[in-house]
Nanobody
Framework: QVQLVESGGGLVLAGGSLRLSCAAS????????AAWFRQAAGKEREFVAT????????YYSESVKGRFTISRDAAKNTVYLRMNSLKPEDTAVYYC???????????????WGQGTQVTVSS
């Protein structure tokens, strides 16, 4: 079992930045690929970014490519999502997930955090 806890969400003005953290406990987080998904009110959960277990491969949705960066620190058992140039349409609950392989589909991930709210005002 892997337990995931997200933090770092909040309210930010458009154009601003935030860094989300996902701290893992339980089984070694470094054995798993990690991802960030988000879900806006009334919408389906959507893929944001994923990173391989060793951190060498990262993939992004087109809507965040060039603005968001996913990274991981194995020593801290933590995955990060740096979000720059935030837009009101980035407003959502952001979820961290862990799975065997990096993937853009939510069902590929076995473990999920509880989510952290990000609100971008215009």
């Amino acid at each position: 079992q892997v337990q995931l806890v997200e933090s770092g969400g909040g309210l930010v003005l458009a154009g601003g930045s935030l860094r989300l953290s996902c701290a893992a406990s339980g089984r070694t987080f470094a054995d798993y690929a990690a991802a960030w998904f988000r879900q806006a009110a009334g919408k389906e959960r959507e893929f944001v970014a994923t990173i391989s277990w060793e951190g060498g491969r990262a993939y992004y949705s087109e809507s965040v490519k060039g603005r968001f960066t996913i990274s991981r620190d194995a020593a801290k058992n933590t995955v990060y999502l740096r979000m720059n140039s935030l837009k009101p349409e980035d407003t959502a609950v952001y979820y961290c997930a862990a799975g065997l392989n990096p993937h853009t589909i939510a069902s590929a991930y076995h473990y999920w955090g509880q989510g952290t709210q990000v609100t971008v005002s215009s």
